[in-house]
């Protein structure tokens, strides 16, 4: 049974460039939240998805910052005119149903030159 | 505001003896905890948890204890391993989807 997986596990992008990043959860899990790790910092909430719906997105930056999870294919989050204060790690996480535990991808590591 | 700490970033211990590693909380709301063991280049492993009905729950080399009163849970591995050697990290939520996780504790255990 495939764990999370995430890709791709670096990026580089330059200033002004747009990321994006692919999560694809665990199999039978509908659930897929992300987060992001800054240096030294623990991880900080930022989207749940489901589905073709946003649930929660409050932890996500209003500007240059979207998610999506299609009825087909894996969660994207998408930065747009990237920053070098975006660069972080970003987390994939997956539950079967909302109140279960979340198990994590690899990540996916974003440095911005 | 940091909802979650742990107050130590590292901690040394030798194989065969136990780690103890500690988390603070100051949201009383929270009722539900979870540690994660993370290895350098990987995302979180979930290790083990606890609700906030329970004091203590164990799974074989670890037990985590929490007491509510004092807001503050610990995580003890014993015996420890070298390849126990990683970062751990304490989530909280209360009841929802939102982990709030600590700064994370880096646990090297000598061979």
């Known amino acids: 049974n495939a764990g999370v997986m995430q890709n791709p596990r670096h990026l580089v992008r330059r200033r002004g460039q747009e990321a994006r990043l692919r999560c694809s959860p665990m199999?039978?899990?509908?659930?897929v939240y992300w987060y992001r790790q800054l240096p030294e910092e623990g991880l900080k909430f930022m989207v749940y998805l489901q589905k073709e719906n946003i649930i929660d997105e409050s932890g996500m930056p209003k500007e240059r910052f979207s998610a999506e999870f299609p009825k087909e294919g894996p969660s994207i989050l998408r930065i747009q005119q990237v920053v070098r204060g975006d660069s972080a790690a970003y987390f994939c996480?997956?539950?079967?149903?909302?109140?279960?535990?979340?198990?994590f991808g690899p990540g996916t590591r974003l440095l911005v030159l | 505001d940091q909802q979650v700490k742990q107050n130590s970033p590292s901690l040394s211990v030798q194989e065969g003896r136990i780690s103890i590693l500690n988390c603070d909380y100051t949201?009383?709301?929270?009722?539900?905890f979870l540690w994660y063991k993370k290895y350098p280049a990987e995302g979180p492993t979930f290790l083990i948890s606890i609700s906030s009905i329970k004091d203590k729950n164990e799974d074989g080399r670890f037990t985590v204890f929490l007491n509510k009163s004092a807001k503050h849970l610990s995580l003890h591995i014993v015996p420890s391993q070298p390849g126990d050697s990683a970062v751990y990290f304490c989530?909280?939520?209360?009841?929802?989807?939102?982990?709030?996780f600590g700064t994370g504790t880096r646990l090297k255990v000598l061979a």
């Open positions: 996480a997956s539950s079967q149903v909302e109140q279960e535990t979340q198990y």
């Open positions: 989530a909280a939520t209360s009841g929802t989807y939102k982990y709030i």
């Open positions: 199999k039978g899990h509908s659930h």
């Open positions: 949201n009383s709301m929270f009722d539900y």
